[in-house]
């Protein structure tokens, strides 16, 4: 028995050394296939990512030409403004907000913007606690929009069947929108949403898209009658001196954007997706019997820019609305930003370069290479 187990032992021990020696005795060329193949099968993993992401930026050449550059200097002028409107019954408050005039510069890398904007109308008066900050990402494939907008003190209402003097009246009111939207773009080769919204491409030839996005946003309306004038107070003797209505809003959009090549390097883009969104109530509704509602939403966005790939200038116009409504009360809250816009393009990609450009500088291998 123990020969057995020894003679087993034995055997075992020679197929291992078997192996090991053969393994090392492979040759340079064998050795060097082996790595080949390890190389090969890892560039192929690594290919198929890069092939997964370069799908977000992939363009055909013949309708939109891509940014020759790395970095962009711009200064840009901000117009906001906001109309809202409450109608339950035979009485309808429409209000609108002052509009916020803002400027200030803004410096990119490729696609990414960053600035800051100083609100111009509020110089020498008595400073509103507006806030409004908006993110926008246009990609060629995908982009999104994100913003926080709270807009008080400055708006301004009309009365409307109210039995109240006509005329107009402030304060009392304020709004908070806080949301998200992302968005595909179907054919984003031939047809670029950046070529009119962040300037980084430059569209040849005319084209549009099917776009198909999804939003989840939140709304929260308070108005304070004890705020209002004396001759609302009369007439609203009893009433409850404050009034909130909140609800999200999950929406799914479908629309189409087209962009026009009016001539060499200048665009007129036009970008329409109408939404059908569920409205959920929550909080402290004014009507306790509000409910959910499926209504209609839409966003609108429309561009005119002319780009040469070296400067740039032109107008950009994106409006959101969105609507509320049930057998007794109607919201609708629209508002809408305009910016004028002016800049250039420096630092030119290694690929774009020709020989006279590609210089060994300091600052261009930081910056650029």
Not at 310 to 336: C, M, P, R, W
Request: net charge positive.
């Amino acid at each position: 028995m123990k020969l057995m187990k020894g003679l087993l032992g034995f055997i075992i021990l020679a197929f291992f050394s078997i192996g090991t020696s053969a393994q090392d005795s492979l040759s340079v060329a064998e050795r060097g296939s082996v790595v080949a193949a390890d190389t090969v099968a890892k560039t192929k993993k690594r290919n198929f990512i890069l092939r997964f992401i370069d799908k977000f930026s992939d363009l055909d050449t013949n309708y939109v030409e891509p940014n020759h550059y790395n970095w962009a200097l711009m200064l840009q002028n901000t117009n906001t403004c906001e109309w809202f409107s409450v109608k339950s019954g035979d009485s309808k408050l429409p209000m609108v907000s002052d509009p916020a005039v803002k400027l200030g510069p803004f410096f990119g890398y490729r696609w990414l913007f960053f600035g800051y904007t100083f609100q111009l109308n509020d110089c020498g008066k008595k400073k509103t606690n507006r806030t409004e900050t908006e993110l926008r990402l246009y990609g060629s494939m995908m982009g999104c929009d994100l913003l926080y907008r709270y807009t008080g003190e400055d708006f301004k209402w009309r009365t409307n069947g109210m039995g109240m003097p006509q005329g107009e009246y402030s304060g009392g009111a304020s709004i908070t929108t806080i949301g998200g939207h992302l968005y595909y773009v179907f054919n984003h080769r031939r047809f670029s949403l950046p070529s009119l919204f962040s300037q980084s491409t430059v569209q040849k030839r005319s084209s549009g898209s099917v776009i198909l996005g999804a939003s989840i946003t939140s709304h929260k309306f308070s108005l304070s009658i004890k705020d209002w004038p004396k001759e609302a107070e009369e007439v609203l003797k009893g009433e409850d001196k404050d009034h909130d209505f909140s609800f999200m809003d999950y929406a799914i959009s479908v629309g189409y954007g087209y962009n026009f090549v009016l001539r060499k390097n200048l665009m007129l883009g036009v970008c329409l997706t109408p939404a059908v969104g569920y409205k959920h109530t929550y909080g402290n509704p004014t009507n306790s019997n509000a409910g959910n509602k499926i209504n209609f939403d839409f966003i609108g966005r429309a561009a005119l820019v002319w780009n040469n790939n070296k400067y740039f200038a032109g107008l950009s116009l994106v409006v959101h609305s969105y609507h509320f409504a049930n057998d007794e009360i109607q919201i609708n809250d629209t508002f809408g930003t305009l910016n004028l816009f002016v800049g250039l393009n420096f630092f030119k990609r290694k690929e774009y370069r020709d020989e006279s450009e590609r210089s060994h500088s300091i600052l261009r291998k930081i910056f650029v290479d």
